[in-house]
């Protein structure tokens, strides 16, 4: 008890002495690194994608909040198979997949330069939880440009494939948007 008293007041005192700002107790918010202004061209709405509205801004992020055993995330649908709305082919390995397979696209930040690329991450909602393989980067740099016209990313998005939604059971009214938690597994 003595022990915990004395560590408590060496915290009380940092901070009383103004130097919270050193020690962080979280880390610092994720906020935009821009805006880039949208145009309309090129959007296949498959999934119920959104398209960049002309000249609407939309922010871009570097960063995305911290990655916990229990990561909020909005979770939205998206084909990875070639013809579908995801795009090219998956950044992590340059390929197509099925959307029968459980796989996934993360935010920028979460992507972290592809060091979760081909890694399982856990997702649960609905009371259920799958394993999913983080195949690709949901851009939260870059959008409304010529060659597709979706807008960045949210900082805090999973993109999910079918499989993993049907898995989840999500109700259908649901399906495209849902939030969801997630960990590295």
């Known amino acids: 008890m003595e022990s915990s008293m004395a560590s408590l007041a060496i915290v009380l005192h940092v901070c009383a002495g103004n130097y919270c700002s050193r020690y962080p107790l979280m880390e610092p918010p994720c906020t935009p690194s821009g805006y880039v202004r949208g145009n309309s061209r ?3 709405t498959q999934d119920s994608s959104d398209c960049c ?5 939309y922010p871009r992020y570097r960063c995305s909040p911290p990655v916990t ?3 909020p995330a909005h979770m939205t649908i ?5 013809g579908g709305d995801g ?4 950044e992590c390995d340059g390929r197509y997949h099925s959307d029968d397979q459980m796989l996934a696209s993360l935010s920028t930040g979460w992507y972290d330069d592809g060091s979760r690329c081909n890694r399982s991450i856990r997702i649960s909602g609905n009371g259920r939880y799958v394993l999913a393989k983080v195949v690709d980067e949901c851009d939260s740099v870059y ?3 010529a060659d597709q016209s979706y807008p960045p990313c949210p900082n805090n998005v999973i993109v999910a494939s079918p499989a993993v939604w049907t898995a989840l059971a999500i109700p259908e009214a649901q399906v495209g948007d849902y ?6 597994a």
């Open 69 to 71: 055993g229990d990561t």
């Open 53 to 57: 509205k002309e000249g609407e801004m």
């Open 78 to 82: 998206a084909s990875f198979a070639q």
């Open 179 to 184: 939030d969801v938690t997630w960990s590295d």
């Open 143 to 145: 959008g409304c440009e």
């Open 87 to 90: 795009g090219g082919p998956a």
């Open 42 to 44: 090129n959007c296949t």
